[in-house]
Nanobody, 122 residues
Framework: QVQLVESGGQSVQPGGSLRLECVVS????????VGWFRQAPGREREGFSC????????YYADSVNGRFSVSRDKEKNTVYLQMDNLKAEDSGLYYC???????????????WSQGTQVTVSS
């Protein structure tokens, strides 16, 4: 059974940085894509980044492009989300999820992390 354990969320001031980690275990698939999602209270879940399975190519939504960066350590089965120049609107519950391809569509993701809270506030 595939499990995703996410960590790294905390409170930070605007302009600060955080790195989230998503550890995938139990996968029988040697390669997988990972999508990143977030949800703020009263708002719909937003897919904002993904990293592909074959060449680790990454895609970013306009809302985070240039500030967020996704990378993968295949030996550790871990995907990292580096978030820089954080803004108040980046606050929310962050999730990672696995999929067969790099996509921001939640419905294509089969396994999800438990979520970690990111709060950006002065």
């Amino acid at each position: 059974q595939v499990q995703l354990v996410e960590s790294g969320g905390q409170s930070v001031q605007p302009g600060g940085s955080l790195r989230l980690e998503c550890v995938v275990s139990g996968s029988s698939i040697p390669y997988y894509s990972v999508g990143w999602f977030r949800q703020a209270p009263g708002r719909e879940r937003e897919g904002f980044s993904c990293i592909g399975s074959s060449d680790d190519s990454a895609y970013y939504a306009d809302s985070v492009n240039g500030r967020f960066s996704v990378s993968r350590d295949k030996e550790k089965n871990t995907v990292y989300l580096q978030m820089d120049n954080l803004k108040a609107e980046d606050s929310g519950l962050y999730y990672c999820a696995t999929a067969a391809l790099c996509t921001l569509v939640a419905a294509y993701h089969t396994e999800w992390s438990q979520g970690t809270q990111v709060t950006v506030s002065s």
